[in-house]
């Protein structure tokens, strides 16, 4: 009976106070591999904790060990009376304990199938409705009569059937209006578009729509990475390659995977704050893990830069997908402010180049979020929106000390041994 006491404490703490506490430390920003290393050993070992706490009650009149009720139970149950020595009470604590883990595992596995399938359909929309990026070669006339023709000077840019990197009213728009490599004359033979391509070995797929939107739909083999009319015309060449990279690190990364256990564990506990929370802080994180993958490959000044132009845009993620202005949830419900995402990442946009004269055009609604006063209500002290910590981590890279990390992966350690430990010294 300790036991199950010891276990349920455990578990209820590894519920409330710990993911709330976790939830709003800063420290995780500085490491996010750790800390999501850390909270993933918090969600399996609370919910093994759980499992076993129910189990340790139902088996403590066998014996005074539990290790050895269990193994009284187990023979019981291979004799054919599972139900020897067991009184009434403890026949709930058996029901408590299977209806628990149907209800971890069969939510698990519902909301999985439900992501998997909403994949599978949008992968199958962005092919019908999206287009290929095949490279410089291939001119589609009839389709962009409105870009110039390779033989132009801008011709790199317009690049291959997509030709989504030029305008002919305005050649500086657009990644492919030089600085990149691909907009300089008709012998360049790349862009951001081929090289992201060719590198990552992701399927490409360009929307033909003005707002600016970029994400990922993630698979094991049928993963693409799906960008807009709109960021096209939106980023410069660092800006796209930047936003690329983040892309495909979720990609590679299989960030889907990460996610995806918190968001079971919010909907099997959505009346639980920290489940929601824990769930925001997470998406969080991963986001930075991206932008560190991404930072690294690019540059981190032009994904800051890329990030304020598409915060302001807040286009929406479909269901399933990555995006670079991360998963709605990431913003945390604890704060219980006002979004202050339009003015302060408009201001970011103008401070750091984003909005400078002779860059391409800004996202949409980036001209009305400018005119916010940098004193509006919804700037209250406090606030914290994902996309600015983002931003002021890439811009003001936070020093990490080599015992920050090595703590986390002990804790986690140490969380993930508790449950066993508490069992077999019960």
Do not use: K
């Not at 406090?382 to 986390?408: E, Y």
């Amino acid at each position: 009976m300790t036991t199950a006491a010891l276990l349920a404490l455990f578990a209820g703490v590894l519920a409330w106070p710990v993911p709330r506490l976790l939830a709003a430390a800063r420290w995780p920003h500085r490491c996010p591999r750790a800390a999501i290393v850390l909270w993933q050993a918090i969600g399996l070992a609370g919910g093994v904790s759980a499992l076993l706490a129910a189990i340790a009650f139902t088996v403590s009149p066998l014996s005074g060990s539990t290790p050895t009720a269990i193994t009284d139970h187990l023979g019981n149950i291979a004799a054919g009376s599972p139900l020897t020595g067991l009184r009434w009470v403890n026949l709930v604590g058996l029901a408590t304990a299977t209806a628990l883990a149907c209800r971890l595992f069969g939510v698990l596995c519902a909301s999985t199938a439900a992501t998997l399938r909403e994949r599978h359909r949008h992968r199958h929309l962005v092919d019908l409705a999206g287009r290929r990026h095949r490279g410089h070669g291939a001119w589609e006339s009839a389709d962009h009569t409105h870009l110039h023709p390779p033989t132009t000077a801008t011709a790199g840019g317009a690049g291959g059937g997509d030709a989504d990197h030029g305008d002919a009213t305005n050649p500086g728009d657009g990644p492919g209006a030089g600085g990149d490599g691909s907009g300089s004359g008709a012998d360049s033979t790349t862009c951001c578009l081929c090289e992201h391509r060719d590198r990552a070995g992701i399927l490409l797929r360009i929307l033909d729509h003005p707002i600016a939107v970029a994400y990922c739909v993630p698979g094991v083999r049928h993963a693409r990475v799906v960008v807009s009319r709109g960021l096209l015309n939106t980023l410069d060449a660092a800006e796209l390659d930047a936003v690329l990279a983040h892309e495909a690190a979720h990609v590679a990364g299989r960030h889907d995977l990460v996610i995806q256990p918190f968001v079971a564990w919010e909907r099997t506990f959505p009346f639980l704050r920290p489940a929601r929370e824990a769930t925001a802080a997470v998406s969080l994180l991963v986001e930075m893990l991206a932008d560190d993958a991404a930072a690294r490959e690019t540059n981190r000044r032009s994904l800051a830069r890329a990030l304020a132009r598409l915060g302001v845009a807040r286009a929406p993620v479909p269901a399933g997908a990555l995006s670079i202005t991360g998963h709605p949830a990431a913003v945390l419900p604890a704060l219980g402010a006002e979004d202050p995402l339009p003015a302060t990442a408009a201001r970011a946009a103008t401070r750091f180049g984003a909005g400078s004269a002779g860059s391409p055009r800004s996202a949409p609604g980036a001209g009305s979020a400018a005119a916010v006063a940098p004193d509006a209500p919804g700037l209250r002290l406090g606030t914290v929106n994902p996309v600015i910590s983002r931003i002021a981590r890439l811009l003001d890279p936070p020093g990490v000390r080599w015992w920050l990390p090595a703590g986390a992966y002990l804790a986690a350690a140490a969380v993930l041994a508790a449950p066993p430990m508490i069992v077999l010294i019960g």
